[in-house]
DNA sequence: CAGTGGTCTAGACCACCGA
DNA sequence: CGGTGGTCTAGACCACTGT
């Protein structure tokens, strides 16, 4: 009965991924292994394995139906998930694509600096994307990211998902502060997008945090006749 | 140990109570009574006090602090709140007004009765404002009310904010699904926000349910240079 | 050092469910 | 009835924190 803390815990952790592996691809309100099941198989006490499940029912995935066992949970109305533009393409069926248009190491200026909480003048990388999805021109996004977060990223090769490639680094964003407004295409935005100057955009600028760290700040300039942001908010019932 | 489960716990119901209650006004960071003190206080199981104090940890009141202690936690991040225009606009210091330019009763079309999840031709409440705040024009809202639900709404005068009176009645939404992209002004709408035809505006289309029953669902037209929407997504840190 | 939370054990009785 | 989750006990050792 070794507890290392740096190892995040232990038996619990064993039992909890073990579940969680199980039950990824299940079908909601399939049945999970019995606690006592789960006990056996691990030689291990009860309270343990509950304390295992009592971390995947928090996290909605497990249902405990008291006399009955517990069960894959039925997908439950979740609260605004953070997710890139390529899950989110995905998610609708959509294959999406990006085009990088600049990619390069650039200084800071102070709105720059102010989004990302870093001084005027550091180093952050300047990535400006022309996205696609089903080949059909979605958006351009110039985006901004902390270069002290992430040495050599420019080196690496541009991934298709930042946030995929953020993830990697152990930097997936979890929390993102959006302001949303709509505006007059400029010559520039007009042009990429393949629509008329001064026609209507969608503007999203968002603050990307994973922890407490800014990771990326963006804006995107949508074509709205063919994306429309979806957003949850308020308390899953 | 009489476990009732009709009660709907027991020991660690009574700790974690009792620790609520102490925690309700503590200052965020101050200390929370210890384990071990509260396994002396109630004389029960450590593993009971746990119990109890993981549910508080969990809904985020309190912080467990290895080696040190457990702690009010300090005001999180919260995800996106459900706001209504009328609190949005206090928020930030602006005085929201509305004017009702159509209030009344009307048969549900096919898409407003799919919205709502009642049957078309059922009746509802059509009600159509033209927003303000500072005295400026911010934008332009269809909503609709399930009648059903809100029995005598038209009679009892037309408040100022929707929310308000839904709560009034027990409904307030407690949860939104918002569908947001741009689009040119139609005629009505540029006239009614005082806006050239065709220049962007930032439509809004929600619907708003409280529990499970969807008591409200709208599409309004902002006016993009002012107003801005501002989002939270994911979990906070 | 003493105190804290983190983890774990090997049992126990209860209420509930389905066969 | 046997199996399930819900609750609980009375210990234990660990890693970490502060003094």
Redesign the interface.
């Known amino acids: 009965m070794e507890a290392k ?1 740096s190892e995040g815990g232990l038996k619990h952790v064993q039992v909890r991924e073990y579940v969680r592996e199980l039950v990824a691809g299940a079908a909601p309100g399939s049945a999970a292994p019995s606690e006592r099941e789960l006990v056996a198989r691990f030689g291990v006490a009860r ?1 343990t394995v509950r304390q295992a499940l ?1 971390v995947l029912v ?1 996290e909605g995935l497990l249902e405990r139906v ?1 006399g009955r066992g517990t069960f894959v949970a039925h997908p439950r ?1 979740r ?4 997710s890139s533009y390529s899950e989110d393409m995905k998610v609708r069926g959509l294959l999406p694509e990006s085009q990088t248009l600049v990619a390069r190491r650039e200084q800071a200026g102070p709105g720059v600096a102010r989004a990302l909480d870093i001084s005027p003048g550091d180093a952050v990388i300047h990535w400006k994307r022309l996205r696609r999805a089903d080949q059909q021109i979605i958006c351009v996004e110039d985006a901004y990211l902390n270069e002290v977060l992430l040495p050599g990223f420019l080196q690496s090769g541009m991934p298709t998902s930042l946030y995929q490639a953020l993830e990697d680094r152990g930097l997936r ?12 295409a400029t010559e520039d935005e007009a042009s990429l997008l393949e629509i008329a100057p001064g ?5 999203l600028s968002r603050r990307a ?1 994973c ?2 760290k800014v990771v990326n700040v963006s804006r995107s300039a ?1 074509r ?1 006749d063919r ?11």
Chains 1, 2 share one sequence.
């Open positions: 803390r309270m009592d928090t008291p109305r609260v605004g998930r953070l964003p979890t929390w993102a502060e959006d302001a949303i407004s709509a505006s007059a026609s209507p955009v969608l503007q945090l922890g407490d949508f709205p994306f429309t942001m979806h957003v949850q908010l308020g308390e899953p019932s």
